[in-house]
């Protein structure tokens, strides 16, 4: 490979590792949320698909794709609004109903949006921030969509949160000790639903990125176990949402390969890089099944830990 070969792939990798790398952001600090809570949402891939049949439709039903992406969102909270209602009723585990809720949204977003697959939706705009190079490939790669930098901004305003803030130590209190919650006079499956509430609006949005955006259509097969991903996102990230950042990145990097590779011709073995971030998923949670290791960081009050 020359080194203009070289450099175009590497742009290109830049380039979609910031595409790809969005829906994952916004399921992952969705989801980090809701588990410093206490919960886990394995509904998260439902809300996903549904958010982005809801983002979608909005979009072409009334001309604004930012419309298209507040109903998404929307959309997302109430399903996570109807997970965090659920599992706060006695003897409910809530990796059952994550389950059902993904089967749920799923099932529904493509029942609903089967008269969507065929119509063209206003599409998100993007930042020109290569206007001063005057090479293609660096004008290109430097076209970012905005929600990209208010992923990044939200996972900077959740961690200065839970360090800095009365909400933040609340959820981290509800998440580690329920009994010392209670003590203090705060209603666990309140904040619980709330978290759970706001965790589903994140991933709606990034439900909307993905119909919106990159790859910008609605079909049923739009996201691909995205929202999946992110949950093991989040737990190689330690459930901190700087790192859920970095690590979006990364699985966003994993997913360009492909891509990038076909930029510059390469074309063999294009559906194996394909699956890299699937790979990447299961080399993490590999990586990360040791007794000592494997649950660090992890809120106390998870099922999982329990």
Known sequence: MSDNSLSIVLLAMFAGAIRVSTPFLFVSLGECLTEKS???????????????????????????????????????????AIHGYICKLPKVNDIAIGIAMMLFGTGLAFFLGKSFIQPHAPQLPSLTLGAWSDNPAVRSALQIN????????????????????????????????????LAMGYSVNLVRFVATTIGGFSAGVGGAFLSLYYP????????????????????????????????????????????????VGITQGYYFFNAAPYVLTLLIMIASSSPKRSLKGAPAELSITK
Do not use: H
Not at 42 to 68: D, N
Not at 250 to 255: N, Q, V
């Open 38 to 80: 206490g919960r886990i949402n394995l509904g998260l891939e439902g809300t996903l698909v549904f958010g982005a049949m809801t983002g979608y439709a909005i979009s072409y039903m009334s001309g604004s794709p930012w419309l298209g992406v507040l109903a998404a969102g929307v959309a997302g909270s109430a399903f996570g």
């Open 146 to 181: 905005p929600l990209f930098f208010v992923g990044v901004a939200l996972a900077f305003l959740l961690w200065w949160a839970f360090r800095n803030t009365k909400w933040g130590l609340i959820v981290r209190m509800t998440g580690d000790s329920a009994p010392a919650a």
């Open 216 to 263: 910008g259509a609605w079909n049923e097969g739009l996201s691909s176990g995205q929202g999946l991903m992110a949950v093991a996102l989040v737990i190689f990230a330690r459930w901190n949402p700087l790192a859920c950042c970095g690590a979006a990145l990364l699985f966003g990097a994993a997913g360009a390969i492909g891509p990038a590779l076909q930029s």
